[in-house]
């Protein structure tokens, strides 16, 4: 079984202030730091430190996205399947982080949203049944991928981040796992009374996970449910927290853990990343994930 990631790569351009900058507000920002991110490079790398090992594909600016394929690289990831564009920067992000670790982000799609037909049919050529398909909402041509991904017998992982309405071009019925917080549920069943059970049963045979933040996350396949609370922590930033979470779900039920041990290690990931700044640069290394669960268990 082979692990495709077929995700964004972004610049983060983060800049920490002490509230998000209004309508004709002028701010200035205590720092502003570079870093690698993108949903798709941030989760993959999760998914190499969850110990899973992980294709990622894509594309990045010749002129400026090397940095992102060496942050991959640097994880473990393999690059190979990674484009590299003329005349197109790589994607990136502008990100507002306030004290309490929330942010807001404006995203610039770049070579992520040159990702074309062409470049889906090459890369599923080297793929095939029971390979797992991760996906999230930041490139272009992802009704065709997952079309073409399901005609290959692969298993499709949708993370739809960022919700928004391209979300309903999508072929939602041949997704295996849809992994979603709580408001992207309530979107995803168009806002129902119940919007989790809605959700649930728009797509009967899927499994999901929700998360639900300081609420913790639970697992649901058909008649099985496994929920796991969160880990209390003080945040300093957290983006990248639900990207972290995915990852080493992912790893840690690709590595052959159970579904609850998959929600255990996910979670605390992500508690150990919202104490540090940044996306790709806050993904925690297992042993760092296993020790924060030790002393947790400790206390
Ligand atoms: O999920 C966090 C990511 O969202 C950031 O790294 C940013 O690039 C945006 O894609």
Not at 52 to 60: E, I, L, Q, R, Y
Not at 268 to 273: G, Q
Request: include cysteine; charged fraction near 20%.
């Amino acid at each position: 079984m082979k692990i495709l990631n077929y995700g964004s790569l972004n610049l983060d351009y983060a800049y920490h202030l002490d509230h998000f900058v209004r309508a004709g507000e002028t701010e200035a920002s205590f720092a502003r730091t570079m870093a690698c991110g993108g949903k798709g490079l941030n989760q993959s790398i999760a998914l190499a430190r969850a110990g899973a090992s992980v294709m990622h594909a894509g594309a990045v600016g010749k002129m400026d996205g090397e940095v992102l394929i060496q942050a991959l690289e640097e994880a473990g990831v393999d690059t190979s399947l990674v484009r590299r564009l003329e005349d197109v920067p790589s994607g990136s992000a502008f990100i507002q982080v306030i004290p309490n670790g929330e942010n807001a982000i404006i995203l610039n799609g770049g070579a992520n949203h040159a990702v074309t037909e062409e470049d889906i049919d090459r890369v599923l050529a080297g793929f095939g049944k029971d390979d797992w398909l991760l996906i999230q909402n930041e490139i272009s041509s992802l009704p065709y991928l997952m079309e073409k991904a399901h005609e290959a017998g692969m298993k499709i992982i949708l993370n739809p981040s960022p919700m928004n309405e391209s979300i309903w071009k999508m072929p939602l019925e041949y997704v295996d796992l849809f992994l979603v917080n709580e408001q992207e549920a309530s979107m995803l069943s168009h806002h129902a009374e119940d919007p989790i059970r809605e959700f649930t049963r728009s797509y009967p045979s899927a499994a999901f996970v929700i998360t639900r933040g300081s609420k913790g996350c639970t697992y649901l396949h058909g008649e099985e449910t496994v929920s796991q609370d969160a880990f209390h922590v003080t945040a300093v930033d957290t983006t990248g927290a639900g990207d972290t979470f995915t990852g080493f779900f992912l790893g840690t039920l690709a590595e052959g853990g159970s579904v609850q041990e998959a929600l255990r290690i996910a979670s605390a990931a992500a508690a150990v990343s919202v104490t540090r700044p940044g996306a790709g640069s806050s993904i925690p290394e297992k042993e760092e994930v296993l020790a924060f669960l030790n002393a947790d268990q400790a206390k």
